[in-house]
């Protein structure tokens, strides 16, 4: 008599991949916008916190128009942690667009380009429109062929049937044939939630309907209640999209099926310059849909990094798209002190120039003490699920002490694998073993004032 085995299957989920600032969820103030001294997942620098948070305020109150932020401070001080913190502050319908100053160099693009895109990017604008829509959960979905008018042996496709539930009831729809193209590029099936736009005929699949949640023991759907009304109803959709989508799709050239029309396009450049002529219509469009109401602008977040490695044109286009009314939030990080604009002999303080400097808020970051540090390595280590005892945390501050912070957070992960190897949290002996296997920086550079030519 064979016995049956009953395996209990748990809900998959999806993981996500823990980045460096991952665990930042906003500046962590209170609500008299004084920090907290660990809140949020940032710790210490409660000045530059406390600025950061009036700037978050001048910027929902639209008073931020052609200024910008500039995060001065050493390396590992927190400057991209901040500047993530303010964009979690505003919101994450608010585009952030983070670049590095040396993305801006490219054989195929101008720099004043990149940046011209980058600056897009990181301007939404939020389209809402009533549009007609049937919505419901598929209860029949069947194509209804004919033979092909062109004679031939093939058939095609002359409607679809397509049943529609709600809360409130049925509705059976006769769809044309390119509709029916359009069910299957989004995998439309029995049992999934869509809606279909009256005026355009587009598709859109919601999910599947949670009648169907219990079918399987592992699945990776989401799953949606039935929509309630009618299945022919009015719809308020809101799209948000960013100045640089809208460019970028009216740049596409709308090439023919022919084979020279095919053989051209994919022969030409895969990065092509928009035209400014092509970003002013856009402009005008996107002003008119802001006075009639029907769209609002979103100001972004446009986040560039190492600053310092932009060139003096790069910096002259910058002055003049600060002063646009289609202009994002700038915020910008170095690390340099007094050092030569590029580009020019010029030495500037952070190695940007003066008339530049002028319509920045400058925000400087300190250096961490040993117990803020303690702090970090605390919590990152809860966030990356690492188990660490306190002789061996504080052991680990201290050589982020002598060495830098990012030295100290860069042995957590390889001394949690020596630990699982050992089938032990971490211990003080285990961050000793990992830290003679790498050195820092600082420790590197010694060796090198030691030694002349190659190293020995």
Same mark, same amino acid.
Do not use: W
């Given at each position: 008599?064979?016995?049956s085995v009953k395996i209990d299957v748990q809900k998959s989920s999806k993981t996500k991949r823990i980045a460096a600032h991952t665990h930042i969820k906003g500046l962590g103030l209170r609500e008299d916008g004084t920090a907290l001294p660990l809140a949020a997942g940032l710790v210490g620098q409660t ?127 006769? @769809? !044309? ?5 359009? *069910?299957? /590029? ?7 939630? =869509?809606? #279909?736009? $009256? ?110 490695? @932009? !060139? ?5 286009? *910058?002055? /003049? ?7 994002? =939030?700038? #915020?910008? $990080? ?123």
């Amino acid at each position: 008599m064979s016995s049956s085995v009953k395996i209990d299957v748990q809900k998959s989920s999806k993981t996500k991949r823990i980045a460096a600032h991952t665990h930042i969820k906003g500046l962590g103030l209170r609500e008299d916008g004084t920090a907290l001294p660990l809140a949020a997942g940032l710790v210490g620098q409660t000045q530059a916190r406390e600025a950061a948070g009036i700037v978050v305020d001048l910027i929902r109150c639209k008073k931020m128009a052609g200024r910008a932020l500039l995060m001065a401070g050493a390396p590992g001080t927190g400057k991209t942690a901040l500047a993530l913190g303010i964009a979690q502050e505003l919101g994450p319908k608010v585009p952030f667009c983070p670049m590095i100053g040396s993305e801006v160099y490219s054989h195929e693009v101008k720099k004043t380009e990149i940046l011209a895109e980058n600056f897009r990017r990181a301007i939404g604008l939020r389209i809402e429109e009533k549009k007609e829509v049937f919505e419901g959960e598929v209860t029949e979905l069947t194509p209804e062929e004919t033979e092909n008018p062109l004679g031939g042996y093939g058939k095609t496709i002359a409607h679809v049937i397509i049943g529609l539930k709600t809360v409130k009831g049925t509705k059976q729809l006769k @769809l !044309d044939p390119t509709i029916y193209e359009s *069910l299957q /590029k989004e995998r439309v099936a029995v049992g999934d939630v =869509i809606y #279909i736009e $009256a005026n355009s005929g587009s598709v859109k699949r919601v999910g599947r309907s949670d009648a169907y949640a219990t079918e399987v023991d592992l699945e990776a759907e989401e799953y949606v209640p039935l929509p309630k009304g009618d299945v022919h109803k009015t719809k308020k959709i809101v799209q948000d999209v960013t100045l640089h989508d809208l460019d970028a799709a009216n740049s596409r050239p709308k090439g023919g099926s022919d084979i020279m029309s095919v053989m051209s396009q994919m022969l030409r450049h895969k990065k092509t310059e928009i035209t400014e002529k092509l970003r002013m219509e856009i402009n005008k469009i996107v002003n008119s849909y802001i006075e009639q109401g029907i769209a609002e602008l979103v100001p972004g977040v446009l986040f560039i990094d190492e600053v310092h490695m @932009l !060139d003096i044109e790069c910096f002259t286009y *910058l002055n /003049k798209a600060l002063e646009s009314t289609l202009a994002p =939030i700038v #915020i910008l $990080a170095t690390n340099r002190g007094t050092s030569v604009i590029r580009g020019t002999e010029m030495v500037s303080p952070h190695g940007i120039p003066v008339d530049l400097l002028d319509r920045l808020l400058i925000i400087r970051t300190h250096t961490y003490a040993y117990d803020e540090i303690l702090q970090i390595i605390k919590v990152r280590a809860e966030v990356e699920g690492i188990k660490i005892d306190s002789d061996s945390l504080q052991f680990l501050a201290s050589i982020g002490a002598k060495t830098s912070l990012r030295h100290c957070l860069q042995l957590l992960t390889p001394a949690n694998i020596l630990a699982k190897t050992k089938d032990s949290v971490i211990t003080k002996e285990v961050v000793e073993e990992v830290s003679s296997y790498f050195l820092d920086s600082k420790s590197s550079a010694k060796i090198l004032l030691e030694q002349s030519g190659f190293i020995q």
